[in-house]
T-cell receptor, first 119, second 112 residues
């Protein structure tokens, strides 16, 4: 099946610094990718929809200036956590759909996730 | 808004035991329903899905039936294996959207 690769799998950074997480679709093109955040023992919460060649669409309550999303190509989306603070520590997961949108045979493929720890 | 509620874990079973993980949803209209599985160290993978009422999704011995009357999509397996140890997520999408709404996940541990 299709593969989505996320990098890095874990990162530790100091407060105030920025961290970039990459999400790549390895064998298919994805005009849309999704970024989720997961707290311990909590559900995956959709943060934003990354659209190739246009601005990302953020969910309510997500700071777009803090979580910068760039989707410059059909196979790569990046999430940059700017001026990170300890409360940003979390598990971040990206996904992309393979297949034509609107059809029932589309399927979401997920990256392995990135564990961010801000100290 | 749309939401998914699944039974809290962790769930610990012995090999060959019967598994049920409950999942109920709240949504308007007719959502599509999914079960995703996350094995240790890996990304989420689609386990099975159902797109309309009374549909049964099945894969790797797991089954779930889309019950409109009870707004449920319970996951079942008749005989679990150690290799089934993972976190299981119930999820839905609606209206052709690709946005997935997830339950909190249920961690399953199967002991030999």
């Amino acid at each position: 099946g299709a593969v989505v690769s996320q990098h890095p799998s874990w990162v530790i950074c100091k407060s105030g610094t920025s961290v970039k997480i990459e999400c790549r679709s390895l064998d298919f093109q994805a005009t849309t990718m999704f970024w989720y955040r997961q707290f311990p023992k909590q559900s995956l919460m959709l943060m934003a929809t990354s659209n190739e060649g246009s601005k990302a669409t953020y969910e309510q309550g997500v700071e777009k200036d803090k979580f910068l999303i760039n989707h410059a190509s059909l196979t790569l989306s990046t999430l940059t956590v700017t001026s990170a603070h300890p409360e940003d520590s979390s598990f971040y997961i990206c996904s992309a759909f393979s297949g034509r949108r609107g059809l029932m045979n589309t399927e979401a493929f997920f990256g392995q996730g990135t564990r961010l720890t801000v100290v | 808004g749309n939401s998914v509620t699944q039974m809290e874990g962790p769930v610990t079973l012995s090999e060959e035991a019967f598994l049920t993980i409950n999942c109920t949803y709240t949504a308007t209209g007719y959502p599509s329903l999914f079960w995703y599985v996350q094995y240790p160290g890996e990304g989420l993978q689609l386990l099975l899905k159902a797109t309309k009422a009374d549909d049964k999704g099945s894969n790797k011995g797991f089954e779930a039936t889309y019950r409109k009357e009870t707004t449920s999509f319970h996951l079942e397996k008749g005989s679990v294996q150690v290799s089934d140890s993972a976190v299981y997520f119930c999820a839905l999408t609606q209206g052709g959207s690709e946005k997935l709404v997830f339950g909190k996940g249920t961690k399953l541990t199967v002991n030999p």
